[in-house]
């Protein structure tokens, strides 16, 4: 924030606003800061400050640093004495005699940081840390340096704050904070510039107290008439809106791709999410007053956490099952069978209910333990494929959640249904992941969060009026925004995450050099290679998702099929067909079309409550493999394609209890490549086709989309932090594998909605695949926006 030197006063003073708005609502929750420095605040190109690491909470070793200002921090448990607490730079006096830190700690870090804005310099430097807290504790700032332009109160201000005697510095934050308010600093005493004779220490001293004192009963009395005039529906203990950040520790990344990866307590005060460390995904809870995370045992493979009503359990997903985890970390217990879950929630008469594939209906089972049971039924007259996210509204019996007809936004709606009665209402049109709080129905619509007044039983949202309250990043396959609510109006949700955007097809060879297609940009989610190389089928996403056939030596595009939603594309052996996933009437089937695009599709499959993917189809043409997901989990078929398809019957290969999908034959049709979790992590296997034989296991850091090249010699499959892997195989009598090697790398599109996210070349020398127009790493952080719900029904 501050490399280029002091930053003009009026954007100072805004700066400093948000700042102590973030301190102040932070303090009035018991939750102190402890290492408030320029590196922990972040400035958005829109001008919305966030004050990142809230809550100093463990003891870690400083390591040498160059630059103190954003140097490591040295820490120890809250208020506990003897430890030094806190960057270098901006420790309070009492924090560098080792003494037990209070709010008083940030209001001085305020000052610190206040002073450098205006200055361009620290205000307490030297050249090592013996230094640094001689001037902290003995020393004064530099005030020649306080610009002249400056209002007389803002030094006035920064001096308060910068008193060695905590006992005379401002109090509190929120006493900073009405210093710093519009009308205050509107008035002469804020307008007028700095006075050049400095005020004597003791005058200083003295006059802040009893100044405090007088503002603080001001406060007082304002936030009194402030809560006796509140509207009903705000709590009585709003504050000021106030955002801060979470920063995952180095290594981790969040787990969100389909699912939505953290939920914050029903009280605000902590977070839990599901973030990657050495490939497997488990939990960490992170409360706001503390800077560490703590994992929970016993949760590997974990996606998609809620919170109980009273916060004291978290409900999860892992390894196909409905789990829940007491915050502690102990009793740990498994309640029922999800195995490809989308969603869940805890209502206040301790039932869960809960989504446990991508095709069905909500089920309900006690927090207990015990016999789960359907909960909604879809209905088939309006072509409902999925109900999903399910949300308890907090004492109220009523559930809200997502119903779909389809993988289009539009094709999204948000219902509620009674616990108590099962009365169901139709709510929003073209809407996802719903949420309620203050009386107000969120929902997500592509990247916006939307609030509407609503409060049950109402059935009907006619002539509401929807606000758009903010943009969030969607999940990739979800069209579902990543966020979550606490009951007293938190908000969290990702930073930093992508939702869709335009994107383009790349040529990449071994080195990373990419190429793209001369076609237009747009949300291509994944491209497959015809068998000569000669074409490509591209999927997009345009509300519907559709399939358009690429001619690579032309560069030209045109629609394939563009009449439903129609996703996984494959072609068969001879180039001559297309196979691909088809939502029609509420059925997700199996679909055939001629590639040159002449007559009808053939429907392949017919069967409810499903899921199909095509993954591949044997050399000889024989056989078409595809995974098929539903209520018992997800499991690996395979269907005769030279039958007729009104008689043709599927064969099961690998059950739901393998936690197997994306089974791909091998060129000479004697091996099949497939994925499967089964570990605890999602790894590459080979086996003989079509089976039964001895399993191998390829991958070793975990993997998925397996893929033979043309030559037959290599498997390449993606590494979880989307590089592509190749192990070079053997393929005789017996299997063999070596250890597997980055061929490709860079960041690209990967999509679950798809068969596969990238195909090769026929000389295996390049990728085909899509690529983000902007990629990003990685997402590392979880924003929180406390009292955002103050907001609801301001604009």
């Known amino acids: 924030m501050l490399k280029e030197g002091a930053l003009p006063l009026a954007e100072t003073m805004a700066i400093a606003r948000q700042i102590a708005d ?14 408030l420095k320029p590196g922990n605040v972040m400035v958005t190109a829109e001008g919305v400050v966030k004050v990142l690491d809230f809550g100093l909470g463990k003891a870690l070793e400083a390591e040498a640093v160059s630059e103190t200002a954003n140097s490591p921090t040295m820490t120890m448990a809250a208020t506990q004495a003897g430890i030094i607490l806190g960057t270098a730079g901006y420790m309070s006096p009492e924090q560098a005699k080792g003494r037990a830190a209070d709010k008083r700690a940030d209001v001085w870090a305020f000052g610190c940081v206040l002073y450098e804005m205006l200055t361009g310099r620290r205000a307490f430097e030297g050249d090592d840390l013996t230094e640094i807290l001689a001037a902290i504790v003995r020393g004064e700032p530099d005030w020649k340096l306080f610009p002249a332009a400056a209002p007389a109160a803002v030094r006035e201000l920064v001096e308060g704050c910068l008193i060695k005697n905590r006992a005379e510095r401002l109090s509190d ?3 900073v904070r009405f210093l710093l308010s519009d009308r205050t600093h509107s008035g002469s005493t804020m307008s007028g510039p700095a006075s050049v004779a400095m005020p004597a220490a003791r005058t200083r001293s003295v006059g802040w107290p009893v100044a405090a004192g007088l503002i603080a009963v001001a406060v007082l009395a304002t936030a009194g008439v402030m809560r006796f005039w509140a509207p009903q529906s705000a709590p009585a203990s709003a504050g000021a ?28 005060t902590t977070v839990v999410y599901a973030a990657l460390r050495d490939g497997v995904p488990r939990l960490y809870l992170r409360a706001l007053s503390e800077r560490e995370p703590t994992a929970l045992a016993g949760t590997d493979g974990a996606k998609t956490p809620f919170f109980s009503p009273d916060g004291g359990w978290i409900g999860f997903f892992a390894q196909g099952k409905l789990k829940k985890i007491a915050i502690g970390g102990a009793a740990l217990q498994s309640l029922a069978d999800a195995p490809d879950a989308r969603g869940g929630t805890w209502d206040s008469n301790d039932i ?11 089920w309900k089972v006690s927090a207990a333990g015990g016999t789960a049971t359907e909960f909604t039924s879809l209905d088939r007259t309006k072509g409902e ?15 809200l959640f997502s119903a779909l007809t389809g993988p289009g936004q539009d094709q999204r709606h948000v219902v509620s249904q009674s616990a108590a009665t099962g009365e169901r209402h139709s709510l929003i049109q073209g809407g996802a992941t719903p949420w309620y709080v203050s009386s107000h129905l969120l929902y ?17 949202l006619a002539g509401a009026v929807p606000v758009a309250m903010a943009e969030l990043p969607r999940l990739e396959n979800e069209t579902a925004l990543a966020y979550g609510v606490s009951n007293n109006g938190t908000l969290v949700y990702l930073a930093g995450g992508q939702s869709r955007t335009l994107n383009r097809v790349v040529w990449v060879d071994h080195s990373g050099r990419t190429e793209a297609l001369t076609l237009p940009e747009r949300e291509y989610e994944s491209v497959v290679l015809s068998p000569n190389g000669r ?8 509300g519907l998702v559709t399939l358009w056939m690429v001619d690579l030596a032309r560069q030209t595009l045109t629609p394939f099929i563009t009449n439903g939603s129609s996703q996984a594309p494959l072609w068969t052996t001879d180039g001559t067909h297309v196979i691909y996933r088809g939502t029609r009437g509420g059925f997700r089937n199996l679909y055939r079309k001629a590639a040159d695009g002449t007559g009808v599709e053939e429907r392949l499959t017919e069967k409810i409550d499903v899921v199909q993917t095509a993954t591949s189809v044997s050399p000889d043409g024989e056989w078409l493999l595809f995974n098929e997901g539903g209520s018992g989990g997800v499991a690996i078929w395979k269907l005769p394609l030279k039958t007729d398809a009104k008689t043709a019957r599927p064969e099961l290969m690998f059950a739901a209890a393998e936690r197997a999908l994306n089974g791909v034959v091998s060129r000479d049709g004697k091996w099949l490549a497939f994925e499967s979790e089964v570990s605890g992590r999602v790894e590459v296997y080979v086996q003989p086709f079509p089976g039964p034989g001895p399993r191998k296991q390829v991958s070793t850091t975990g993997g998925s989309f397996p893929l033979w090249p043309r030559d037959g010699r290599t498997l390449y499959f993606d590494s979880l932090d989307n590089r592509v892997m190749a192990a070079d195989v053997t393929t005789g009598a017996a299997f063999s594998a070596s250890v597997p090697r980055v061929q490709f790398e860079g960041r690209f599109k990967t999509s679950v909605n798809s068969n596969t996210p990238y195909d090769i070349s026929l000389d295996s020398r390049r990728l085909l695949r899509v690529q983000q127009i902007h990629p990003e790493a990685g997402v590392t952080h979880i924003d929180v926006v406390l009292n955002w719900a103050t907001q609801l029904g301001r604009r």
Request: charged residues 15%.
């Open 22 to 35: 973030a301190l102040s609502a932070a303090h009035e929750r018991g939750i102190i800061h402890r290492d």
């Open 173 to 175: 934050m929120s006493v």
């Open 241 to 268: 809106v106030s955002r801060l950040s979470i920063t995952l520790p180095e290594g981790d990344q969040l787990n969100w791709t389909d699912q939505l990866p953290m939920a914050v307590s029903p009280d605000g």
């Open 352 to 362: 869960i209910y809960f989504t446990p594939t991508q095709a069905g209906s909500i």
């Open 385 to 399: 494929t999925s109900h999903r996210w399910p949300r308890a509204i907090p004492g109220q019996h009523t559930i």
């Open 444 to 460: 997500g619509n592509r990247d916006a969060l939307f609030a509407v007044p609503w409060a049950p039983p109402q059935t009907s």
């Open 535 to 542: 074409q490509a089928i591209v999927q997009v996403f345009e």
